[in-house]
């Protein structure tokens, strides 16, 4: 069984910081891409930030010199940290793993799509 855990949203100032962090579980092997998105209410789901397994990284316009992705493979983990925050940063974010490769009996498999459980981040005075 895979699952992603998500933990690190809360309450902040503007102007104050944030990390989120998601644990990938599982007998898992390998994981390519990794990413975080976003839900503003009354908004769709927006790619924010993702990270290859090479280290190669993507982030959305309005992220971009404040929010910094990384990733720890053999924790198959990956991290948002976010800087410079804004109120128009407040939503839930939710981290996904397209395509990972696991065990079950031994025997490989290759899963599609996992989500993390969201997290709220709220920007607020």
């Known amino acids: 069984q895979v699952q992603l855990v998500e933990s690190g949203g809360g309450l902040v100032q503007p102007g104050g910081s944030l990390r989120l962090s998601c644990a990938a579980s599982?007998?898992?092997?390998?994981?390519?891409?990794m990413g975080w998105y976003r839900q503003a209410p009354e908004k769709q789901r927006e790619l924010v930030a993702v990270?290859?397994?090479?280290?190669?990284?993507n982030y959305t316009d309005s992220v971009k010199g404040r929010f910094t992705i990384s990733r720890d493979n053999a924790k198959n983990t990956v991290y948002l940290q976010m800087n410079s925050l804004k109120p128009e940063d407040t939503a839930v974010y939710y981290c996904?793993?397209?395509?990972?490769?696991?065990?079950?009996?031994?025997?490989?498999?290759?899963?599609?799509?996992?989500w993390g459980q969201g997290t709220q981040v709220t920007v607020s005075s």
């Open positions: 599982g007998k898992i092997f390998s994981i390519n891409a």
């Open positions: 990270i290859t397994s090479g280290g190669s990284t």
């Open positions: 996904n793993v397209p395509t990972l490769r696991y065990y079950i009996g031994g025997f490989p498999f290759t899963g599609y799509n996992y």
